[in-house]
């Protein structure tokens, strides 16, 4: 099967963008539905990468970028979950949402390993991705606990 887009296709900052949309359902799809991360990375790069999905065209995910989040949070699970737990002020995890979740803890791992990338660009990118799913309420708390944890960790 061939791609409809190549690999490479649109901006870095849109491929960036993508590759944070693609982590949280990888993360999504691997915890909620119990399947191996890596088994569910594999599968989304060579069947969804690239190619049309609903009829749309998307950006394609920057694959370096989609791997480290993935990986690295899969990596350091239990001290993220535990940062984005302490950063929820009085919610608790587990009456999230467990997209809204998985947002948090992408964002989190982001904001602790890639201090390469401006703090600013992560929470904005991960703002988006809850806004592609989410209401208002949900965006607030995913700026919120990010803020938080970026001031702690940076």
Known sequence: MKRDVKLNEGSKKARRSAARLAAVQVLYQA????????AVL???????????????????????LLESIVTGYAGRREDIDNMVA???????????????????????????????????????DYLNVTEAFFDKSEKKLVNAVLDRLAKTLR
Do not use: W
């Not at 302490?86 to 009456?95: C, F, I, R, S, W």
């Open 42 to 64: 594999s599968e989304y790069n060579t069947h969804r990468l690239g190619y049309k999905m609903d009829e749309d065209l998307l950006v394609p995910a920057d694959q370096e």
């Open 31 to 38: 915890f909620h539905q119990e399947q191996d991360i890596k």
């Open 86 to 124: 302490g950063a929820l002020d009085g919610k608790t995890p587990e009456k999230l949402d467990k997209l809204l979740l998985h947002i948090l803890c992408a964002g989190t791992y982001e904001i602790l390993a890639h201090h390469d990338i401006d703090v600013g660009i992560i929470i904005a």
